[in-house]
């Protein structure tokens, strides 16, 4: 299936109604093709006196994946409340859950509210390393490691407990489905897989693990690929986009045992100006309010 195609099918499962030009971003020759595509699939589905796309349909599992969080409660909540929308069932953070941003507090208490499963990002680890009275001192004047510092104050007991206990990957299950969840790729938490990726980059990442899924974040730059085999999904960032687009992003997977994962990224819109205001309020040390409305991060 080509991308513009399964663009199409998407936006048809969510109720899109796909205008008579077709989608935006695509060409008129992708939109052809993707138009007879769908066409002549939804005539086999209903050829097929749908017992057998019944079947498929209840036996898929749509997983919101989400990373890069960072403290930020209205980009998180505005991700899980559009992640239902679309039907999702299951919901997994790839890490970054603190940092940077005003709510590191309420955000781990959505995520432990809603029993969902997170893995520790590296930033998350670097505010454990600092949750040290004297290694706090020594580090509440270097300005990177301020936030940090300011992030680890603000935790308390329960919090602390929380993040600690998180893995550093998940490998997980969904319907005989393999999913493998790491915050930067599989050879650390600062390690990346950007878009450009090569099937050999990929291979010499995974050594000798094969999941059909691979999930991962830490560069904010979302983007999914099927790549020898393994789908690969980078979620991008839920609070801290950086990729020139203030709105947040995540991805949906649709599995289903004995097909190809199918994802896609979603992009979604939060309130910037509460999250703004909550940096002034709370008083984040070395917040930068522009880069939010504008989507960067340096």
């Not at 989608?23 to 138009?35: H, I, K, M, P």
């Not at 208490?109 to 499963?117: A, Q, W, Y």
């Not at 206990?165 to 600062?190: F, N």
Request: with cysteine; net charge positive; aromatic share 6%.
């Amino acid at each position: 299936m080509q991308v513009a195609e399964e663009l199409w099918i998407y936006a048809i499962e969510d109720g899109v109604k796909v205008h008579e030009s077709g989608l935006t971003g695509l060409s008129v020759s992708e939109n052809e093709q993707a138009r007879r595509f769908v066409t002549a699939r939804t005539a086999c589905i209903s050829l097929s006196a749908g017992t057998s796309a019944t079947r498929a349909t209840r036996s898929t599992l749509r997983v919101a994946f989400l990373s890069d969080i960072h403290a930020n409660l209205p980009a998180l909540q505005n991700a899980l409340a559009d992640a239902e929308r679309r039907g999702a069932g299951a919901f997994v953070v790839a890490g970054d859950v603190v940092g940077d941003g005003p709510h590191p507090v309420e955000v781990i208490g959505v995520l432990r509210e809603r029993k969902i499963p997170a893995i520790r990002g590296n930033v998350d680890r670097k505010v454990l390393d600092v949750d040290k009275t004297a290694l706090l001192r020594q580090l509440i004047g270097v300005a990177e490691q301020r936030q940090h510092a300011w992030t680890a104050r603000q935790l308390g007991p329960t919090e602390r407990e929380w993040l600690e206990a998180l893995p550093a990957e998940l490998s997980l299950e969904y319907g005989g489905v393999t999913v493998r969840v790491v915050h930067g790729s599989p050879r650390g938490d600062t390690d990346y897989v950007y878009p450009s990726i090569t099937g050999r980059g990929l291979r010499s990442k995974l050594g000798e693990d094969r999941p059909q899924v691979l999930v991962c974040g830490h560069s904010h730059i979302p983007f999914t690929r099927r790549i020898t085999g393994v789908r690969v999904i980078n979620c991008g960032s839920v609070g801290r986009p950086a990729d020139g687009d203030s709105r947040g992003s995540y991805a949906l997977a649709d599995l289903v045992e004995g097909r190809a994962p199918r994802a896609r990224i979603v992009r979604f819109a939060y309130p910037v100006a509460s999250l703004v205001r909550a940096l002034k309020e709370r008083g984040v040390p070395g917040a930068e309010p522009e880069q939010y409305r504008r989507g960067v991060k340096r």
